[in-house]
Nanobody
């Protein structure tokens, strides 16, 4: 059974860093594109970043470009989202999602088939 589990969220001060992990099971990560999304209270879920199955292509929403870095370790069946210079507006529940494709990736919600349960990130002093 395909499963994605996010971890690494927490409370951090503005300017701080967190690294989120998306551990997958029930499928071979090598053939999947992975996306990271977030949803703040009262707002719609938005795409944050994505990485292709090979890791050769990545994409970021403008608001996090230069601060967040997505990476993957297929041997460990895990995708990471390194978040630096965090801002209060980054506060949200962060989700990872998977799509079986060897092509590129997308930060569009409709692109993905499977979703994790999310991890809370709170940026506050």
């Amino acid at each position: 059974q395909l499963q994605l589990v996010e971890s690494g969220g927490g409370l951090v001060q503005p300017g701080g860093s967190l690294r989120l992990s998306c551990a997958v099971s029930g499928f071979t990560l090598n053939y999947y594109a992975i996306g990271w999304f977030r949803q703040a209270p009262g707002k719609e879920r938005e795409g944050v970043s994505c990485i292709s199955s090979s890791g050769g292509r990545t994409n970021y929403v403008d608001s996090v470009n230069g601060r967040f870095t997505i990476s993957r370790d297929n041997a460990k069946n895990t995708v990471y989202l390194q978040m630096n210079s965090l801002k209060p507006e980054d506060t949200a529940v962060y989700y990872c999602a998977a799509k079986p494709t060897i092509r590129s990736c997308s930060i569009s919600i409709s692109f993905y088939d499977s979703w994790g349960q999310g991890t809370q990130v709170t940026v506050s002093s």
